[in-house]
Protein backbone atom coordinates (compact mmCIF):
# COMPACT_ATOMS: atom_id res chain seq x y z
CA UNK A 1 0.00 0.00 0.00
CA UNK A 2 2.77 2.51 0.75
CA UNK A 3 4.37 1.63 -2.43
CA UNK A 4 1.30 2.45 -4.24
CA UNK A 5 0.43 5.48 -2.75
CA UNK A 6 4.40 7.17 -2.88
CA UNK A 7 4.40 6.05 -6.49
CA UNK A 8 1.20 7.33 -7.29
CA UNK A 9 2.22 10.65 -5.50
CA UNK A 10 5.73 10.55 -7.59
CA UNK A 11 4.34 9.92 -11.23
CA UNK A 12 1.17 12.14 -10.99
CA UNK A 13 1.37 14.53 -8.44
CA UNK A 14 5.13 15.80 -7.15
CA UNK A 15 6.66 15.37 -10.60
CA UNK A 16 4.20 17.14 -13.36
CA UNK A 17 3.67 19.82 -10.41
CA UNK A 18 7.80 19.92 -9.91
CA UNK A 19 8.59 20.14 -13.62
CA UNK A 20 5.86 22.47 -14.57
CA UNK A 21 6.77 25.70 -13.62
CA UNK A 22 9.99 25.34 -16.15
CA UNK A 23 7.11 25.94 -18.61
CA UNK A 24 4.58 28.43 -16.86
CA UNK A 25 7.42 31.02 -15.45
CA UNK A 26 7.69 32.01 -19.05
CA UNK A 27 3.63 32.26 -20.02
CA UNK A 28 2.93 35.47 -18.24
CA UNK A 29 0.85 36.89 -16.03
CA UNK A 30 -1.66 33.69 -17.46
CA UNK A 31 0.92 31.40 -16.68
CA UNK A 32 -0.52 31.55 -12.54
CA UNK A 33 -2.07 29.12 -12.89
CA UNK A 34 -2.29 25.54 -11.23
CA UNK A 35 -4.13 23.26 -13.75
CA UNK A 36 -1.82 24.83 -16.42
CA UNK A 37 1.26 24.13 -14.33
CA UNK A 38 -0.02 20.32 -14.05
CA UNK A 39 -0.99 19.82 -17.57
CA UNK A 40 2.80 21.02 -19.19
CA UNK A 41 4.25 18.80 -16.07
CA UNK A 42 2.40 15.93 -16.82
CA UNK A 43 3.23 16.69 -20.50
CA UNK A 44 7.23 17.12 -20.32
CA UNK A 45 7.11 14.01 -17.83
CA UNK A 46 5.80 11.86 -21.00
CA UNK A 47 8.12 13.38 -23.40
CA UNK A 48 11.64 13.08 -21.54
CA UNK A 49 9.78 9.18 -20.65
CA UNK A 50 10.14 9.30 -24.45
CA UNK A 51 12.91 10.69 -25.15
CA UNK A 52 15.02 8.00 -22.79
CA UNK A 53 12.71 4.97 -24.05
CA UNK A 54 13.12 4.59 -27.18
CA UNK A 55 17.04 4.42 -27.16
CA UNK A 56 17.29 2.37 -24.47
CA UNK A 57 14.75 -0.08 -25.78
CA UNK A 58 16.87 -0.61 -28.97
CA UNK A 59 19.90 -0.99 -27.40
CA UNK A 60 18.77 -3.48 -24.67
CA UNK A 61 16.35 -5.94 -24.84
CA UNK A 62 16.12 -6.56 -21.09
CA UNK A 63 16.61 -2.56 -20.21
CA UNK A 64 13.69 -2.14 -17.70
CA UNK A 65 15.09 -1.98 -14.84
CA UNK A 66 18.37 1.01 -16.76
CA UNK A 67 15.15 2.60 -17.83
CA UNK A 68 13.34 2.86 -14.98
CA UNK A 69 16.31 4.06 -13.13
CA UNK A 70 17.21 6.84 -16.12
CA UNK A 71 13.51 7.93 -16.17
CA UNK A 72 13.59 8.30 -12.57
CA UNK A 73 16.76 10.19 -12.15
CA UNK A 74 15.68 12.57 -15.05
CA UNK A 75 12.70 13.27 -13.60
CA UNK A 76 14.40 13.97 -9.92
CA UNK A 77 16.40 16.48 -11.60
CA UNK A 78 13.85 18.34 -13.75
CA UNK A 79 12.04 19.11 -10.32
CA UNK A 80 14.68 20.08 -8.93
CA UNK A 81 14.99 22.71 -11.50
CA UNK A 82 11.36 23.37 -11.66
CA UNK A 83 11.12 23.51 -7.75
CA UNK A 84 14.04 26.53 -8.05
CA UNK A 85 12.67 28.05 -10.97
CA UNK A 86 9.33 28.75 -9.09
CA UNK A 87 11.82 29.83 -6.30
CA UNK A 88 13.84 32.20 -7.94
CA UNK A 89 10.36 33.57 -9.69
CA UNK A 90 8.58 33.93 -6.40
CA UNK A 91 11.51 35.81 -4.86
CA UNK A 92 11.71 38.41 -7.73
CA UNK A 93 7.99 38.89 -7.55
CA UNK A 94 7.46 39.43 -3.51
CA UNK A 95 7.39 35.73 -2.38
CA UNK A 96 5.00 34.89 -0.55
CA UNK A 97 2.76 37.73 -0.47
CA UNK A 98 2.71 37.14 -4.09
CA UNK A 99 1.07 33.92 -3.43
CA UNK A 100 -1.24 35.53 -1.04
CA UNK A 101 -2.56 37.99 -3.49
CA UNK A 102 -2.96 35.60 -6.60
CA UNK A 103 -4.97 33.26 -3.85
CA UNK A 104 -6.96 36.14 -3.18
CA UNK A 105 -7.53 37.29 -6.68
CA UNK A 106 -8.35 33.92 -7.02
CA UNK A 107 -11.19 34.04 -4.09
CA UNK A 108 -12.06 37.26 -5.44
CA UNK A 109 -12.78 36.26 -8.93
CA UNK A 110 -14.71 33.81 -7.78
CA UNK A 111 -16.82 35.63 -5.32
CA UNK A 112 -17.82 37.84 -8.73
CA UNK A 113 -19.58 35.36 -10.56
CA UNK A 114 -22.79 35.57 -11.19
CA UNK A 115 -25.60 32.95 -9.78
CA UNK A 116 -26.18 31.85 -13.31
CA UNK A 117 -22.60 31.46 -14.17
CA UNK A 118 -21.65 29.39 -10.78
CA UNK A 119 -24.36 27.06 -11.74
CA UNK A 120 -23.51 26.03 -14.98
CA UNK A 121 -19.87 25.64 -13.66
CA UNK A 122 -21.48 22.81 -11.08
CA UNK A 123 -23.37 21.72 -14.37
CA UNK A 124 -19.64 21.43 -16.75
CA UNK A 125 -18.07 19.93 -13.23
CA UNK A 126 -20.57 17.51 -12.90
CA UNK A 127 -20.79 16.10 -16.32
CA UNK A 128 -16.59 16.16 -16.36
CA UNK A 129 -17.23 14.43 -12.55
CA UNK A 130 -19.70 11.72 -13.84
CA UNK A 131 -17.27 10.73 -17.04
CA UNK A 132 -14.45 9.95 -13.94
CA UNK A 133 -16.76 7.92 -12.10
CA UNK A 134 -18.04 5.83 -14.37
CA UNK A 135 -14.75 5.30 -16.59
CA UNK A 136 -13.50 3.54 -13.13
CA UNK A 137 -16.71 2.09 -11.97
CA UNK A 138 -17.25 0.71 -15.47
CA UNK A 139 -14.00 0.41 -17.12
CA UNK A 140 -14.55 -0.93 -20.48
CA UNK A 141 -12.87 -4.15 -22.35
CA UNK A 142 -11.27 -3.32 -26.05
CA UNK A 143 -10.18 -6.55 -28.56
CA UNK A 144 -6.45 -3.92 -28.83
CA UNK A 145 -5.69 -4.87 -24.99
CA UNK A 146 -4.51 -8.28 -26.38
CA UNK A 147 -1.47 -6.52 -27.70
CA UNK A 148 -0.98 -2.95 -26.01
CA UNK A 149 -1.69 -4.12 -22.32
CA UNK A 150 -0.10 -7.52 -22.64
CA UNK A 151 2.96 -5.59 -24.19
CA UNK A 152 3.00 -3.62 -20.71
CA UNK A 153 2.36 -6.28 -18.43
CA UNK A 154 5.47 -8.37 -20.08
CA UNK A 155 7.31 -5.15 -19.75
CA UNK A 156 6.58 -5.08 -16.12
CA UNK A 157 6.98 -8.28 -15.50
CA UNK A 158 9.70 -10.40 -17.61
CA UNK A 159 12.07 -6.85 -17.71
CA UNK A 160 11.97 -7.45 -21.71
CA UNK A 161 11.01 -4.57 -23.66
CA UNK A 162 8.74 -5.15 -27.03
CA UNK A 163 10.93 -8.36 -27.51
CA UNK A 164 7.96 -11.05 -26.98
CA UNK A 165 5.19 -11.50 -29.00
CA UNK A 166 2.15 -10.09 -26.97
CA UNK A 167 -0.50 -12.97 -29.27
CA UNK A 168 1.44 -16.06 -28.39
CA UNK A 169 4.46 -15.06 -25.73
CA UNK A 170 7.46 -16.43 -28.23
CA UNK A 171 10.61 -14.17 -28.96
CA UNK A 172 10.40 -11.66 -31.63
CA UNK A 173 12.05 -8.96 -33.34
CA UNK A 174 11.61 -4.92 -32.45
CA UNK A 175 8.33 -4.43 -33.76
CA UNK A 176 9.10 -1.09 -35.56
CA UNK A 177 5.09 -0.51 -36.44
CA UNK A 178 4.09 -0.50 -32.54
CA UNK A 179 7.67 -0.02 -30.48
CA UNK A 180 8.73 3.64 -30.82
CA UNK A 181 5.39 4.75 -29.70
CA UNK A 182 6.03 3.68 -26.20
CA UNK A 183 2.87 4.59 -24.19
CA UNK A 184 3.00 0.50 -23.44
CA UNK A 185 6.48 1.40 -21.80
CA UNK A 186 5.25 4.42 -19.76
CA UNK A 187 2.34 2.46 -18.41
CA UNK A 188 4.57 -0.87 -17.48
CA UNK A 189 6.87 2.04 -15.76
CA UNK A 190 3.79 2.98 -13.71
CA UNK A 191 3.03 -0.24 -13.03
CA UNK A 192 6.67 -0.83 -11.61
CA UNK A 193 6.63 2.39 -9.76
CA UNK A 194 3.28 1.89 -8.09
CA UNK A 195 2.93 -2.12 -7.48
CA UNK A 196 -0.21 -1.84 -9.51
CA UNK A 197 -0.77 -4.78 -12.02
CA UNK A 198 -0.19 -2.99 -16.20
CA UNK A 199 -3.97 -3.84 -16.64
CA UNK A 200 -5.34 -1.80 -13.43
CA UNK A 201 -2.96 0.94 -14.57
CA UNK A 202 -4.48 1.08 -17.90
CA UNK A 203 -8.48 0.65 -17.36
CA UNK A 204 -8.46 2.17 -14.11
CA UNK A 205 -5.18 4.79 -13.14
CA UNK A 206 -4.85 6.47 -16.35
CA UNK A 207 -8.34 7.33 -17.11
CA UNK A 208 -8.49 9.16 -14.12
CA UNK A 209 -5.56 11.36 -14.92
CA UNK A 210 -5.97 11.69 -18.59
CA UNK A 211 -9.90 12.52 -18.50
CA UNK A 212 -9.69 15.64 -16.45
CA UNK A 213 -6.42 16.78 -18.54
CA UNK A 214 -8.34 16.47 -21.45
CA UNK A 215 -10.86 18.76 -20.24
CA UNK A 216 -7.98 21.37 -18.71
CA UNK A 217 -7.13 21.50 -22.62
CA UNK A 218 -11.20 22.32 -23.51
CA UNK A 219 -10.85 24.96 -20.68
CA UNK A 220 -7.92 26.74 -21.73
CA UNK A 221 -9.38 26.60 -25.34
CA UNK A 222 -12.72 28.20 -23.96
CA UNK A 223 -10.12 31.08 -21.87
CA UNK A 224 -9.28 31.73 -25.40
CA UNK A 225 -12.52 32.04 -26.46
CA UNK A 226 -14.22 33.88 -23.51
CA UNK A 227 -13.46 35.68 -20.52
CA UNK A 228 -12.76 33.93 -17.70
CA UNK A 229 -15.85 35.13 -16.37
CA UNK A 230 -18.09 34.70 -18.87
CA UNK A 231 -21.32 32.34 -18.49
CA UNK A 232 -20.40 30.99 -21.80
CA UNK A 233 -16.59 29.04 -20.52
CA UNK A 234 -18.91 26.99 -18.32
CA UNK A 235 -21.68 26.22 -20.94
CA UNK A 236 -19.30 25.54 -23.51
CA UNK A 237 -17.54 22.80 -21.40
CA UNK A 238 -20.74 21.44 -20.08
CA UNK A 239 -21.61 20.72 -23.98
CA UNK A 240 -18.25 19.74 -24.74
CA UNK A 241 -18.66 17.11 -21.94
CA UNK A 242 -22.31 15.91 -23.14
CA UNK A 243 -21.14 15.65 -26.27
CA UNK A 244 -18.31 13.24 -25.28
CA UNK A 245 -21.04 11.01 -23.49
CA UNK A 246 -23.84 11.18 -25.99
CA UNK A 247 -20.80 10.91 -28.89
CA UNK A 248 -20.72 6.38 -29.00
CA UNK A 249 -22.75 6.98 -32.66
CA UNK A 250 -20.04 4.87 -34.11
CA UNK A 251 -16.97 3.01 -32.76
CA UNK A 252 -14.67 5.32 -34.65
CA UNK A 253 -16.19 8.07 -33.01
CA UNK A 254 -12.94 10.54 -31.09
CA UNK A 255 -15.43 10.46 -27.71
CA UNK A 256 -15.74 6.28 -27.76
CA UNK A 257 -12.08 6.48 -28.16
CA UNK A 258 -12.13 9.35 -25.35
CA UNK A 259 -14.00 7.17 -22.71
CA UNK A 260 -13.61 3.74 -23.83
CA UNK A 261 -10.24 3.30 -24.79
CA UNK A 262 -8.83 6.12 -23.02
CA UNK A 263 -5.54 4.38 -22.41
CA UNK A 264 -4.68 4.15 -25.48
CA UNK A 265 -2.11 6.00 -27.58
CA UNK A 266 -4.61 7.26 -30.31
CA UNK A 267 -6.93 8.10 -28.15
CA UNK A 268 -4.67 10.58 -26.38
CA UNK A 269 -3.16 11.67 -29.55
CA UNK A 270 -6.83 12.46 -31.42
CA UNK A 271 -8.34 13.47 -27.71
CA UNK A 272 -5.87 15.52 -25.66
CA UNK A 273 -2.68 16.41 -27.62
CA UNK A 274 -3.97 17.61 -30.58
CA UNK A 275 -6.16 19.67 -28.49
CA UNK A 276 -3.25 21.24 -26.73
CA UNK A 277 -1.82 22.21 -29.73
CA UNK A 278 -4.63 23.60 -30.98
CA UNK A 279 -4.49 25.74 -27.47
CA UNK A 280 -0.89 26.72 -28.00
CA UNK A 281 -1.12 27.69 -31.69
CA UNK A 282 -4.02 30.06 -30.09
CA UNK A 283 -1.85 31.75 -27.56
CA UNK A 284 1.55 32.03 -29.60
CA UNK A 285 -0.34 33.77 -31.88
CA UNK A 286 -2.49 35.98 -29.36
CA UNK A 287 0.21 38.89 -30.42
CA UNK A 288 -0.95 40.27 -26.66
CA UNK A 289 1.30 37.62 -24.94
CA UNK A 290 4.19 39.10 -26.56
CA UNK A 291 7.16 37.97 -24.91
CA UNK A 292 5.15 35.18 -22.78
CA UNK A 293 4.90 33.40 -25.42
CA UNK A 294 8.46 31.55 -24.50
CA UNK A 295 6.42 28.86 -22.14
CA UNK A 296 4.62 28.34 -25.01
CA UNK A 297 6.68 27.31 -27.67
CA UNK A 298 8.72 25.60 -25.35
CA UNK A 299 5.40 23.45 -24.34
CA UNK A 300 4.71 22.97 -28.04
CA UNK A 301 7.99 21.14 -28.53
CA UNK A 302 7.40 19.21 -25.84
CA UNK A 303 4.20 18.20 -27.08
CA UNK A 304 5.69 17.13 -30.83
CA UNK A 305 7.39 14.22 -29.04
CA UNK A 306 4.29 13.36 -26.70
CA UNK A 307 2.61 12.89 -29.92
CA UNK A 308 5.38 10.14 -31.24
CA UNK A 309 4.84 8.69 -27.68
CA UNK A 310 1.36 7.35 -28.64
CA UNK A 311 1.42 6.66 -31.80
CA UNK A 312 4.07 6.51 -34.99
CA UNK A 313 1.35 8.08 -37.12
CA UNK A 314 1.17 10.84 -34.03
CA UNK A 315 4.32 12.41 -35.28
CA UNK A 316 3.33 12.94 -38.98
CA UNK A 317 -0.20 14.44 -38.14
CA UNK A 318 1.25 16.65 -35.24
CA UNK A 319 3.43 18.34 -37.63
CA UNK A 320 1.19 18.52 -40.79
CA UNK A 321 -1.61 20.61 -38.24
CA UNK A 322 1.82 22.60 -37.11
CA UNK A 323 3.33 22.95 -40.23
CA UNK A 324 0.01 24.08 -41.64
CA UNK A 325 -0.69 26.45 -39.30
CA UNK A 326 2.94 27.78 -39.94
CA UNK A 327 1.83 28.56 -43.46
CA UNK A 328 -1.52 30.24 -43.29
CA UNK A 329 0.41 32.24 -40.20
CA UNK A 330 3.33 33.50 -42.21
CA UNK A 331 1.28 34.45 -45.31
CA UNK A 332 -1.48 36.32 -43.31
CA UNK A 333 0.77 38.21 -40.73
CA UNK A 334 3.35 38.25 -44.06
CA UNK A 335 6.65 36.95 -41.64
CA UNK A 336 8.51 34.15 -42.50
CA UNK A 337 9.56 34.11 -39.00
CA UNK A 338 6.65 32.53 -37.98
CA UNK A 339 6.92 29.45 -40.54
CA UNK A 340 10.68 29.06 -39.54
CA UNK A 341 9.22 28.87 -35.80
CA UNK A 342 7.00 26.54 -36.57
CA UNK A 343 9.42 24.47 -38.36
CA UNK A 344 11.98 24.13 -35.48
CA UNK A 345 9.18 22.75 -33.24
CA UNK A 346 8.23 20.26 -35.83
CA UNK A 347 12.45 18.53 -35.60
CA UNK A 348 11.81 16.17 -33.14
CA UNK A 349 8.67 14.89 -35.48
CA UNK A 350 10.71 14.63 -38.37
CA UNK A 351 14.35 12.78 -36.33
CA UNK A 352 11.27 10.36 -35.17
CA UNK A 353 10.15 9.48 -38.56
CA UNK A 354 13.60 9.20 -40.57
CA UNK A 355 14.39 6.94 -37.14
CA UNK A 356 11.14 5.35 -38.09
CA UNK A 357 12.62 4.79 -41.78
CA UNK A 358 16.10 3.85 -41.39
CA UNK A 359 15.31 1.16 -39.02
CA UNK A 360 11.95 -0.52 -40.97
Known sequence: MIQKAMGFLFLFVLAPCGIGPLFTVGMGRRGYSLIRLYLSG??????????????????DPFGMDVLVAAVNLALALLMAAGVFTAYA?????????????????????????????????????????????MSYVYASFDGDDAYYVVQSVLADQTGVLNRIRPYTGLSMDLDLRHALA??????????????????????????????????????????????????????????????????NISIYTNATFFLMRTWQGKSILANLVLLVILWLLLEILDE???????GFWALLVTVNIVSAMMTSMGAFLSAMFIGIAGIVTAFRKRNLRFLFRFGLCCVPNLIYLVMLVLLA
Open 42 to 59: FLAELAVFELIAVPIMIR
Open 89 to 133: FLKKNGGLSAVVSFGNACAKRIRGLTWECRLFWLAALAVIGFQVV
Open 182 to 247: TLPLFVAYAARMTGIHAAIVSHTLLPLVLIPLTYVGYFEIGRKLFSPGDVRLPVFLALAGIAQIFG
Open 288 to 294: KNGEAAG
